[in-house]
């Protein structure tokens, strides 16, 4: 238990026992072992003035020499018929001072210490007398009694204490392993966002900070050894910030390569590079990926009643690592997986763009237009990568159009542009049965609908048409124009933002044709103009034809 807390017992001891006095009408001084008075007694009048006479202190002073000398000592009488009774107090096991509760009976109203003290006060002898009285009804028989009661009631109240301070360290502990649990249990369900890495560091470190009393904790992923999920995020902070980022990363990139992996917490006094604020204590738990360091959590200038940094503390960040250390290795898998499952899909249509050289690429750039537009609306990550991936596969029917049909140069007469009409409902039903791409179909299915209800293959009307075929439609028409094609060029970009803004309201979603037109579109050119370095054709004369 710490200084502090001890002296805070002690505090609501003394208070309490004073209280009850008080209460039993019986005035109490508080001493320590010297004798010096800490506490006055409180009685005001003649009766406060008699009792805080200097005459009577130092009775009171030749009583607590007497105790000091007593194992249990006992009442004292300070002159006939006045008695003062002790109960000692004691710090770490030793005795630090009394309580001093004052007796007096009848007897002592009446004999020459009783005036000497009203004399040497001074007050008047017989208005104190009678002041006195309704303090007067202790006898020697009496004293003894109320000594054993005042020595159970300081008993009792040292227990009760002692009680309280048990139920408080237990709620305490109750409360720290309820935290530790909520934080493990936010932490693994929040493992399943692993296409976020960034913001699951930061929920684990904002938590580590709420829950613990570290004035700042940080996790850091210095740029060393080989890349995962979190190598470009590289400090998350919670609380105080001590420097800047950049001298953090250092420190940390230091650390691991002195240290390296740790099976423990280091607790370190200094740490390089972090200046003097950051704490008397700076726990350092390394976080790891495939027995190697990638990241480092931190966390010092600890504060509350315990600035010392205890298990509890050390146990949490260990925790908190594991968890981030998991996180890292699961991320990097689902990361290598969705690659592998973007580049088949980006292989097989780009297999079906190959039918057609002028459009190469097509399907990417879609998917490319169509995640940043639903961006741009205000759609989290997650589900704009879902719209990504309905614009790498959004015209897989094409596989089943002739290939002349697609390739022709010239118009199209009815018969091509029905079979041409056909690639939506056929690209649905390649897809259909594969559960991965339940949610992406409506894209597939109805980015040839139209605003005003002229598109197909449904005929479907302004929100009728779901909001990922929508978007899929704009990106789908913009590439159309911006590429070249077997029976014109590529048109000029202010020309294809013009016809995307007068085609708003009958072809497009207005809302989404203009949100459209603030798009920065020069990662677009780049992979047109690397699309069309793979496949360079000269562009023949303009003839008119339906767009892709």
Do not use: N
């Given at each position: 238990m710490s200084d502090e807390t001890l002296q805070e017992r002690q505090l609501t001891i003394e208070s309490r026992l004073r209280e009850r006095c008080g209460a039993l009408g019986v005035p109490s001084w508080q001493v320590d072992c010297s004798g010096l008075v800490v506490d006055e007694p409180r009685e005001t009048g003649l009766v406060g003035l008699f009792l805080r006479s200097q005459l009577l202190t130092e009775h009171v002073i030749r009583a607590v020499r007497s105790w000091n000398e007593q194992a249990e000592p006992k009442p004292f009488e300070v002159f006939p018929g006045c008695w003062v009774a002790p109960m000692p107090l004691t710090r770490r096991r030793k005795r630090s001072?009394?309580?001093?509760?004052?007796?007096?009976?009848?007897?002592?109203?009446?004999?020459?210490?009783?005036?000497?003290?009203?004399?040497?006060?001074?007050?008047d002898v017989s208005a104190a007398r009678n002041a006195m009285s309704a303090l007067a009804h202790w006898d020697s028989a009496t004293v003894s009694v109320a000594a054993r009661s005042l020595s159970m009631m300081h008993a009792d109240l040292s227990l009760a204490a002692d009680?309280?301070?048990?139920?408080?360290?237990?709620?305490?502990?109750?409360?720290?392993?309820?935290?530790?649990?909520?934080?493990?249990?936010?932490?693994?369900?929040?493992?399943?966002?692993?296409?976020?890495?960034?913001?699951?560091?930061?929920?684990?470190?904002?938590?580590?900070?709420?829950?613990?009393?570290?004035?700042?904790?940080?996790?850091?992923?210095?740029?060393?050894?080989?890349?995962?999920?979190?190598?470009?995020t590289r400090v998350v902070w919670s609380g105080r910030r001590l420097c800047e980022d950049a001298a953090l990363v250092a420190s940390a990139e230091g650390f691991l390569r002195r240290v390296g992996v740790t099976a423990n917490p280091v607790i370190a006094g200094f740490v390089d590079g972090l200046p003097s604020e950051s704490g008397p204590q700076v726990v350092?738990?390394?976080?790891?990926?495939?027995?190697?360091?990638?990241?480092?959590?931190?966390?010092?200038?600890?504060?509350?009643?315990?600035?010392?940094?205890?298990?509890?503390?050390?146990?949490?960040?260990?925790?908190?690592?594991?968890?981030?250390?998991a996180f890292v290795d699961n991320a990097a898998l689902y990361a290598e997986q969705h690659a592998t499952f973007i580049g088949t899909l980006r292989a097989m249509t780009a297999a079906i763009d190959a039918?057609?050289?002028?459009?190469?690429?097509?399907?990417?750039?879609?998917?490319?237009?169509?995640?940043?537009?639903?961006?741009?609306?205000?759609?989290?990550?997650?589900?704009?990568?879902r719209v990504h991936i309905a614009g790498i596969v959004h015209d897989v029917g094409k596989i089943g159009v002739p290939e002349a049909v697609l390739t022709k140069a010239g118009r199209l007469d009815d018969t091509e542009f029905g079979l041409i009409k056909l690639h939506p409902e056929i690209g649905h039903n390649i897809l259909r049965d594969i559960p991965l791409f339940q949610d992406v179909l409506p894209g597939v299915m109805y980015h040839h609908e139209r605003w005003d209800g002229k598109g197909?293959?449904?005929?479907?009307?302004?929100?009728?048409?779901?909001?990922?075929?929508?978007?899929?439609?704009?990106?789908?028409?913009?590439?159309?124009?911006?590429?070249?094609?077997?029976?014109?060029?590529?048109?000029?970009?202010?020309?294809t933002l013009s016809e995307i803004r007068k085609c708003a309201g009958s072809q497009f979603d207005p809302a989404l044709a203009e949100k459209f037109l603030t798009l920065d579109f020069s990662e677009y050119d780049r992979l047109l103009s690397e699309h069309s370095a793979l496949s360079p054709v000269a562009a023949p004369a303009p003839t008119p034809k339906l767009a892709a």
């Open positions: 001072g009394y309580i001093v509760a004052f007796l007096l009976g009848p007897v002592g109203l009446h004999g020459e210490a009783f005036d000497g003290v009203c004399v040497a006060t001074p007050v009680q309280e301070r048990t139920i408080a360290g237990f709620t305490l502990h109750l409360t720290g392993a309820y935290e530790t649990v909520e934080l493990l249990y936010d932490l693994g369900r929040s493992m399943s966002t692993l296409q976020q890495p960034a913001r699951f560091a930061t929920l684990t470190i904002e938590r580590l900070h709420r829950i613990t009393d570290f004035g700042w904790v940080a996790a850091v992923f210095p740029p060393v050894g080989a890349e995962h999920p979190l190598s470009t350092l738990q390394p976080v790891t990926r495939k027995g190697q360091p990638v990241g480092l959590l931190m966390a010092g200038s600890k504060g509350g009643d315990d600035p010392q940094v205890s298990s509890y503390d050390t146990r949490l960040l260990e925790s908190a690592a594991g968890y981030l250390s039918k057609d050289r002028y459009t190469c690429g097509h399907s990417e750039r879609v998917a490319y237009l169509a995640r940043e537009l639903a961006l741009a609306t205000g759609m989290e990550e997650a589900h704009a990568e197909y293959p449904s005929r479907l009307a302004g929100e009728e048409i779901p909001l990922i075929a929508r978007i899929i439609g704009i990106a789908d028409t913009f590439d159309a124009m911006s590429s070249t094609r077997a029976y014109r060029p590529a048109m000029p970009r202010d020309h």
